[in-house]
């Protein structure tokens, strides 16, 4: 139907930069909001950015300043750029799209998730 891959996670050192990329492919009519979310061992998921069609973004303060989303449309992709990390941001970052099928139906769709690991 739709699916979310995400890519570009590794080994970073603290201070070091990273770009996550999330590709969204299928029965795609558009794409709303898409966003990233992250997940450290031991803690819940948390809402990291999120980005709107017309490019309105959010972000969770903690990353503001360092972390920019941004989307290709015509690509179905939103990319995640990570700037001057720092420990606590390792985690499983995944990605979100509020999608809306061919067929009209309107769904959430997760990626499967990329690890960040960052060395300090």
């Known amino acids: 139907q739709v699916q979310l891959v995400e890519s570009g996670g590794g080994l970073v050192q603290a201070g070091g930069s990273l770009r996550l990329s999330c590709a969204a492919s299928?029965?795609?009519?558009?794409?709303?909001?898409m966003g990233w979310y992250r997940q450290a061992p031991g803690k819940q998921r948390e809402f990291v950015a999120t980005?709107?069609?017309?490019?309105?973004?959010n972000y969770v303060d903690s990353v503001k300043g360092r972390f920019t989303i941004s989307r290709d449309n015509a690509k179905n992709t939103v990319f995640l750029q990570m700037n001057n990390v720092t420990p606590e941001d390792a985690g499983v970052y995944s990605c979100?799209?509020?999608?809306?099928?061919?067929?009209?139906?309107?769904?959430?769709?997760w990626g499967q998730g990329t690890l960040v690991t960052v060395s300090s």
């Open positions: 980005i709107t069609k017309g490019r309105i973004t």
């Open positions: 979100n799209a509020d999608v809306v099928t061919i067929n009209f139906n309107r769904k959430g769709v």
């Open positions: 299928g029965i795609i009519f558009s794409i709303n909001d």
